[in-house]
Each structure stands twice: as structure tokens, then as C-alpha cells.
């Protein structure tokens, strides 16, 4: 049995009845947990947790006196339904229910229901102002004029589930039994109730917690919630508490890792007072990296990237030099739906199996719907049709057949995840893909902001040895962070892993460039690198394509931003020799989003 820490030992005496633990990435949040529930072999214990995966893992480290849960198969379990079948809500269900503007409709209707299911309201009618402050102000406009259509489209499908009780997607019976009470009513058979990943909780869970009268441990950390965009709500900052813990020492890291994600959160949230402690038994290195191609792949590395462009960009890199590498989850679903979106592109409509895709005329079309619901991962499949068509839809089949095997009999394999996927998992080595901090200016909203700085701290957190990141991350926040940052050694290409250690700008490199290599002559003024519009460059915020040069400076379209920037020419890497008009032209959906 572990020995509890200092931390675990002042939880395990709390006395209040709903008590919250802010737990850190790696300080031991499931057994500290364990540790609860043994101390109290007398009660009933409930634990929640957030998917099947982690309830699988958790059955067999808690005692006997505790049932484990998703809070969906709770839900299904208090509700007493037999359901036949279950599918999510997709925009392709509604699309005979309108006319004009069909497609934007049916997703508003899709993005409606699943707010409805996920909120505490019980009439659709109640949920209709709140929804729509998730929208932007064009589509605000659009839902207040359609949104008697849509409450009725909405009724209709949820009418059907309740009657046939078949094809529903799971929320629907976890509103049914929060309705009828079904679920509180069994909550209320448990003397304590244990909740994991308290910064992501639906609302209508809040309010299934909020009228439960037993004692509550909620743990969490606030700064891994980065499903706001599936309305997913904050409990660890809104949910009331008697007491509050935290747990800061991290068994997965060493503390050089624990140090720099520290001064990370600090700087880029303005929180003084966070911390993030490491373990002192664990040797672990940050370094920051100008190309991923000047790295050794280990074992049990991790390339981890914000979205499935950049994941499939790594895919087609490793594979042209020969790397075995495997997804961390099965991404058939948006392989196939990429395939879809080639179809259309190359007129093969009779092909497209994904309806939504089949309804629209043109690949311009697709994208124009995409850019009005700033669906950006559809955006970013056309982006990855258009760059990568001539290796279409050979490449779709053999990833497709990689997703089947799993990586199996792959034992130096590199894991590729996105952020989201790579939640809840540990990596010897992590590489963060250049995308990952690439959005972290683009967004005015502080909400919107603060998750992607969380996205970031959950990619840092996944590693137990060597962290990897972009040399752009050097250049982020205020100037306090960037003399900080100054001091994290480099990777060299050409030289593996082994590091270049700061106490200077080193050769070739400007002390204000943000690391972006600078070719020099001894003795002799700066020579600007040769850029044409087409290059394919690299900047302090991401890569990019040269759409207009003007003498030193150039006006860079991001790839994974809907932005263009202006910037230096000296601050440029990769400008010579790498056109790339092709994947960025007149038609290309890159070019046409600012």
C-alpha cells in the first residue's frame, strides 16, 4: 500500500462534506482517491470518471465498497431503459427538414440538441437564449430567425428516441434520468461520491451534484479543461466547497519539467501563486527544437498536435522517412470523412458516404459552410485534400489499415495524438508540434485563450523524461518570460538529442529573432534569406506560405490559424527552394480565410 504524502495525508483528514482536490498532472489523483475510499470501508462509495477507458483502469485499484462509473453507464443504470442501439447526433439527420441554407440549419440543429441534452434546462424553448451565446454574431442572427424551426426539428428527433427508444445518442437517457429524477434518486444511495476530472463536467451534471446531500470529493485541475467546446463547464471553480486541497508534487516528472510548466502557467494566465512541483528521484529536460527532422526518435516518443492537419502532416513526414509510427486512437472516423471531402473535391459524388458532404455542389461550397460554423476541422481537411491530393486515396487506405493494426508488433514505433486524444496518457518523450502554441495570440476572448494555454499545459504534462517544444515558444508572453526562456537549450540538427546549451545568441542567430535561424558573414552587414511569394516558411507563430513580400518584410497565411501576420524576412526559416502555391492558391480554403 503507498505511503501517503504530506498533501494526501492533510486530505485524508478533511471533515467537510464536499471537499474539492486541485491536482496537478501527475500528483496521484487516483490514488489519493484509493486512499479515501479504504479509509472508509463503512461506506457506500460512488466514483465517477470521465470515459470507459478510465473506469476499466480504475475497477481494479479501489476496494470493494466502490462502484465505479462513467457518468453515462450511471445514467443508464438509473434510468432502467432498454435502448436499442445508439448514434450521435449528426447534421446529416436534419438536412430534410429545411430548405434554404439546409446545411448551416441542421448543424445549428445538431450543436442545439447537444447543448439541450448536456444542460439542466427541461424545455428546449428555456435553452434557446443560452445556446445562442455560443454562437458567433452572424449565426446568433440566423438561430434567433430560424429558432422556432429548430426548437421544432429538435422535438421531433428527441419525440422519436423517447418512443422507439433506439438510435439515441447517449445524452439523451442521461436527460431523461436527470428529468425524471432517476439519477439524483440513485446518487442519493451512495454515503460519498468520488468525481474525477472535475474542470469537465456537463451542467446538468452541476446540478445532479449540486442537490445530492451525501459528501462530495471533487478532483480536477482547472488548467486541463479543453472541452469548452463541447459546453463542458469548470466545477472546480463554480461547484461550492467546505474545503479545498491541493496537490502539487507530481510522480511523473522530474523538476526541470515541473519548473518550466510553472513559470509557463504563471506567465501566460497571470497566475502567481500556481505551482507544480517535481519529482526529485526523476532526471528529466526541456529543449526547444527549429525543425522536428533534428531529432533522434526514441522510444516512446509522442509527437502530440493540436489539430488532425498537423497530424496527418507528421503522418506523411514519418512515412516518407521510412518511421514506424501509430496513432494513440482509432482515427477512421476522420479518415473516412477526409476521403469524403476528396470525393467531392475530384467530382466523384457517388462515392461520398458522409451525407452532410454529399449534399454540398462544390468543394467551395463545403467550405463556405465550414468557414460560416468556423468548423475548423473540416476547414482543415479540405486544407489536407488540397495539400496532399496527388497521394489520394491510396494514403487514406493505408492509414486506415495502420488504425486496424494498432501499432502492433511496432515496439519503436512514435506515438502521433492530438492534444485531446493524449489526454489521461504518459510518454517517455513528447514532442509538441509547432501547432500547439501556433493559436495562443489568435483569440480575443479570454475564455477561448485560456484554453489553448491549457491545451498546451496538458501536451507539457503528458511527459515523464525529455519535453520537446517549438523554439517559437521562446518568444511567447511578456519580456519576462522571453529572458526566461532565453536559457532553454536547443536541439542541433544533425546532432540527435543532445542539447546547445544558452549563455549567449548562438552562431547564426540574432538575440532578437526568437531563435529563427539568421545567415550571417563574419564581418560583414545581415544577408536576408531569397523569399518568393509560393515559400513555404516557418515563423516565431507557425509555418506558413509567402502570399506578398515587400521588401523586408513578408505577409505569411498561417496554416494553423485563421490569420496572416506580417513578418521580418530575417525572422523566416525554411524560405528557399519550398513553393508551395499549389496547396495555398486562388481556390485553396487557406488562402481564402484571414
Known amino acids: 500500500m503507498l505511503k501517503p504524502t504530506a498533501e494526501q495525508r492533510t486530505i485524508l483528514d478533511a471533515g467537510g462534506r464536499v471537499v474539492k482536490i486541485n491536482a496537478r498532472a501527475g500528483t496521484g489523483k487516483t490514488a489519493t482517491l484509493s486512499m479515501i475510499a479504504r479509509k472508509h470501508p463503512e461506506e457506500k462509495i460512488l466514483y465517477l470518471v470521465f470515459n470507459s477507458r478510465n473506469r476499466q483502469e480504475a475497477k481494479g485499484k479501489f476496494p470493494g465498497n466502490v462502484d465505479v462509473h462513467t457518468i453515462h453507464s450511471f445514467a443508464l443504470s438509473a434510468s432502467g431503459g432498454k435502448y436499442d442501439g445508439f448514434e450521435s447526433i449528426r447534421p446529416s439527420h436534419f438536412l430534410s427538414q429545411f430548405g434554404a441554407k439546409r446545411e448551416v440549419l441542421s448543424t445549428l440543429t445538431q450543436m442545439f440538441l447537444v447543448y439541450f441534452l448536456n444542460s439542466p434546462h427541461s424545455r428546449l424553448e428555456d435553452a434557446t437564449e443560452p445556446f445562442k451565446a455560443y454562437l458567433p454574431a452572424k449565426l446568433q442572427a440566423l438561430f434567433e430567425r430560424e429558432k422556432g424551426r429548430i426548437v421544432e426539428v429538435a422535438r421531433k428527433a428527441t419525440t422519436g428516441w423517447y418512443r422507439e427508444k433506439k438510435n439515441c445518442p447517449h445524452d439523451f437517457y442521461l436527460k431523461l434520468s436527470h428529468r425524471d429524477k432517476k439519477f439524483q434518486g440513485k446518487l442519493a444511495r451512495y454515503d460519498r461520491v468520488l468525481v474525477d476530472e472535475g474542470q469537465d463536467l456537463s451542467p446538468i451534471m452541476i446540478d445532479a451534484l449540486s442537490g445530492y446531500r451525501g459528501r462530495i470529493v471533487l478532483v480536477g485541475d482547472t488548467h486541463q479543461q479543453i472541452y469548452g467546446f463541447r459546453y463542458a463547464e469548470d466545477a472546480m471553480r463554480r461547484f461550492p466547497h467546505d474545503e479545498l486541497y491541493d496537490l502539487t508534487l507530481s510522480f511523473r516528472f522530474g523538476p526541470r519539467i515541473a519548473n518550466f510548466t510553472t513559470r509557463f502557467i504563471r506567465h501566460g494566465k497571470d497566475e502567481a501563486g500556481f505551482v507544480i512541483r517535481g519529482d526529485r528521484g526523476r532526471t528529466s529536460r526541456v529543449c526547444v527544437y527549429d525543425a522536428l527532422d533534428a531529432l533522434t526518435w526514441k522510444k516512446e516518443t509522442a509527437i502530440l498536435c493540436r489539430t488532425n492537419f498537423s497530424l496527418f502532416k507528421n503522418a506523411m513526414a514519418l512515412r516518407a522517412n521510412k518511421k514506424g509510427f501509430r496513432f494513440e486512437r482509432d482515427i477512421s472516423a476522420e479518415l473516412y470523412r477526409t476521403l469524403d471531402v476528396y470525393w467531392l473535391r475530384v467530382d466523384e459524388r457517388d462515392r461520398i458516404r458522409d451525407e452532410l458532404i454529399q449534399s454540398f455542389g462544390s ?203 506580417w513578418e521580418r524576412r530575417s525572422a523566416l526559416v525554411g524560405a528557399q527552394g519550398e513553393a508551395a502555391s499549389k496547396a495555398f492558391g486562388k481556390k485553396s480554403g487557406s488562402a481564402r480565410r484571414r
Open 363 to 565: 468543394i467551395e461550397d463545403l467550405e463556405d459552410y465550414a468557414e460560416a460554423l468556423e468548423d475548423y476541422q473540416l476547414l482543415k481537411m479540405a486544407d489536407i485534400v488540397e495539400e496532399y491530393e496527388l497521394e489520394f486515396p491510396e494514403i487514406v487506405y493505408e492509414l486506415l489499415k495502420l488504425c486496424r493494426e494498432r501499432g502492433e508488433g511496432r515496439e519503436e514505433s512514435i506515438t502521433l495524438s492530438t492534444i485531446h486524444a493524449a489526454k489521461g496518457q504518459e510518454y517517455d518523450n513528447v514532442v509538441l508540434d509547432e501547432d500547439v502554441i501556433s493559436n495562443l495570440g489568435g483569440f480575443e476572448g479570454v475564455s477561448r485563450r485560456e484554453e489553448e494555454i491549457n491545451a498546451v499545459y496538458v501536451g507539457m504534462t503528458r511527459t515523464k523524461k525529455n519535453l520537446y517544444l517549438p523554439v517559437a515558444m521562446k518568444t511567447l508572453f511578456d519580456d519576462a518570460w522571453q529572458r526566461y526562456a532565453e536559457g532553454i537549450p536547443a536541439v542541433q540538427a544533425g546532432r540527435g538529442v543532445r542539447a546547445r546549451r544558452a549563455g549567449g545568441p548562438a552562431a547564426g542567430r540574432s538575440p532578437g529573432d526568437g531563435g529563427a535561424s539568421v545567415p550571417r558573414r563574419q564581418g560583414k552587414a545581415e544577408t536576408l534569406p531569397a523569399i518568393r511569394i509560393g515559400d513555404r516558411v516557418r515563423t516565431p507563430n507557425g509555418c506558413g506560405v509567402v502570399v506578398e513580400v515587400k521588401g523586408k518584410e513578408c505577409l505569411v497565411q498561417l496554416e494553423n490559424r485563421k490569420a496572416r501576420v
